[in-house]
């Protein structure tokens, strides 16, 4: 018989000192109240995701439900200018107090921590993945009906801790056009199930250009593969979302909750009518 090593999930044998395995899903803060808590996460970079992340947001809040974004790109973190939130984050003894967009939506970044916004954060992934967890365990959700969690690019140490330490009810995955991305999709896709994530879409976005003069879609990126990835891994497409330079105009202006458009409006209706 092998010397035993404590991993109970490598061993096959049944003896006195094997373990259930332990849940690591943190409590949220004791003044917290989360109804839903959706990740929405992207395979690779540059696709928008923060963008797709806010968008979803203020168009959930636009059915009139409560919302906050935990921004958990640590890294990278472009909430904050998004929603033209400059202000730092407050304390009380019984933790750290979100800031609130001029809408009503709660933000937690770590750029409302940073004593300049423009600071870099030259962190190891341990330290990065800490933080992400005080911001679910540390920070007053209060009376929250849809909390966005605003994931970095791939599946490193952050997504693995959001997973792991979070009650993540679902993720949204956010691509674009590029054919390439197909393989990019099938990680997240794959890390998803192997959490024992729900999926509940994928939202697609620079997916086309629309001429403001004739209204003809040009393909910038090249043809759509949305509809062969969906089906491929049976998961439903949420939204195909257009190069729009008036949204590019509202997030570098603070303002993404002035955006007009529908785009979202059926990918909300669904998340929301989710159990």
């Known amino acids: 018989m092998s010397e035993c090593t404590h991993d109970c999930s490598t061993c096959g044998s049944d003896c006195s000192s094997r373990k259930e395995p332990q849940s690591l899903i943190e409590k949220p803060n004791q003044m917290s109240n989360i109804?839903?808590?959706?990740?929405?996460?992207?395979?690779?970079?540059?696709?928008?995701?923060?963008?797709?992340?806010?968008?979803?947001?203020?168009?959930?809040?636009?059915?009139?439900?409560n919302v906050g974004i935990l921004d958990a790109d640590i890294t990278g973190p472009s909430v904050p200018k998004a929603f033209g939130i400059h202000e730092k984050a407050d304390a009380c003894e019984f933790g750290i107090i979100p800031q609130k967009s001029k809408m009503g939506i709660d933000v937690m970044s770590i750029n409302l921590l940073l004593e300049n916004e423009s600071d870099p954060v030259v962190w190891r992934g341990p330290v990065i993945a800490g933080v992400v967890k005080q911001f679910w365990t540390d920070v007053i959700w209060k009376d929250i009906d849809y909390l966005f969690v605003d994931m970095p690019p791939g599946t490193g140490d952050v997504p693995l801790t959001v997973f792991q330490s979070i009650p993540v009810d679902g993720i949204v995955i956010v691509t674009s056009p590029q054919e390439l991305v197909s393989m990019i999709v099938e990680k997240a896709v794959k890390m998803a199930k192997l959490m024992n994530i729900p999926i509940l879409g994928i939202i697609e976005n620079m997916s086309y250009f629309e001429c403001p003069d004739c209204g003809k879609r040009h393909k910038i990126y090249g043809d759509s593969h949305i509809e062969e990835i969906a089906k491929e891994h049976d998961i439903p497409v949420l939204a195909q979302l257009p190069i729009c330079t008036d949204l590019a105009k509202h997030c570098d202006n603070g303002t993404i909750e002035l955006f007009e458009g529908n785009w979202l409006d059926e990918a909300v209706e669904k998340i929301a009518a989710e159990k």
Do not use: E, F, H, P
């Open 35 to 65: 109804g839903k808590v959706i990740g929405v996460v992207s395979g690779k970079g540059g696709v928008g995701k923060t963008m797709v992340s806010s968008l979803l947001a203020v168009s959930m809040q636009r059915l009139g439900k």
